[in-house]
């Protein structure tokens, strides 16, 4: 499965948990690959990352950048690898969900 596969794969998957959603552009999308709308109307900045290793700061940088963008109130990073210990520290201080490996399988 490609990276883009794995991005329609993760936004079918929050389809059916009863999210509204829009997939971003495949370039150009300011950080984030899918918009989430949950019941109550809050909108997710979601960038999906389809790694073997560990996902670090940079991914959670973007997408608190493409949660201003697209006027977030949340965000996330979702990705099939882990995060580096950096990635979950600043996460942590900007509010930014992460859901590793591990967290897939609620997802799915």
Do not use: H, P, W
């Not at 929050?14 to 949950?38: H, M, S, W």
């Not at 979601?46 to 608190?64: F, M, T």
């Amino acid at each position: 499965m490609s990276g883009l596969e794995f991005e329609k794969f993760i936004a079918s998957c929050f389809k059916k948990k009863g999210y509204n959603l829009k997939i971003t552009k495949a370039t150009g999308d300011q950080g984030a690959d899918i918009i989430l709308e949950d019941k109550k109307g809050v909108l997710i900045a979601v960038q999906i990352k389809k790694y073997v290793g560990s996902v670090g700061n940079k991914a959670v940088q973007e997408v608190v950048a493409s949660m201003k963008f697209y006027d977030c109130d949340k965000a996330m990073v979702i990705t099939t690898g882990t995060f580096t210990k950096s990635a979950f520290e600043l996460a942590s201080k900007n509010g930014v969900q992460l859901i590793d490996k591990k967290g897939l399988d609620d997802l799915i």
